[in-house]
Nanobody, 122 residues
Framework: QVQLVESGGGLVQAGGSLRLSCAAS????????MGWYRQAPGKQRDLVANIVGGGTKNYADSVKGRFTISRDNAKNTVYLQMNSLKPEDTAVYYC????????????????WGQGTQVTVSS
């Protein structure tokens, strides 16, 4: 019904930058919160940043001042600009969105992208 497709991951040296993109498509009626999570090997999946209703942005403490989340509602796309990357930012980054689809308009359903690998070398 709804697909989230991420792009922009890759390999970068410490101190470098990457920009992740996530486009939502399919039977979309309304998109609520959109955001990014990450999961390193052997660790749980944690919130990196999200944009909730009204445009409020939330960031994990570890990325504040380095990462910036933004959103283009006309394109159903969320971005994550990552600057001053550190080796500890290495993880698979997952896009997340709460969507009211045209098939089920009365409630939000959570969707996940397939993940994109970000590797930061020291």
């Amino acid at each position: 019904q709804v697909q989230l497709v991420e792009s922009g991951g890759g390999l970068v040296q410490a101190g470098g930058s990457l920009r992740l993109s996530c486009a939502a498509s399919g039977s979309i009626f309304v998109i609520g919160a959109m955001g990014w999570y990450r999961q390193a090997p052997g660790k749980q999946r944690d919130l990196v940043a999200n944009i909730v209703g009204g445009g409020t942005k939330n960031y994990a403490d570890s990325v504040k001042g380095r990462f910036t989340i933004s959103r283009d509602n006309a394109k159903n796309t969320v971005y994550l600009q990552m600057n001053s990357l550190k080796p500890e930012d290495t993880a698979v980054y997952y896009c997340n969105a709460d969507v009211r689809s045209t098939l089920v308009t009365y409630k939000y359903t959570e969707y996940w992208g397939q993940g994109t690998q970000v590797t930061v070398s020291s």
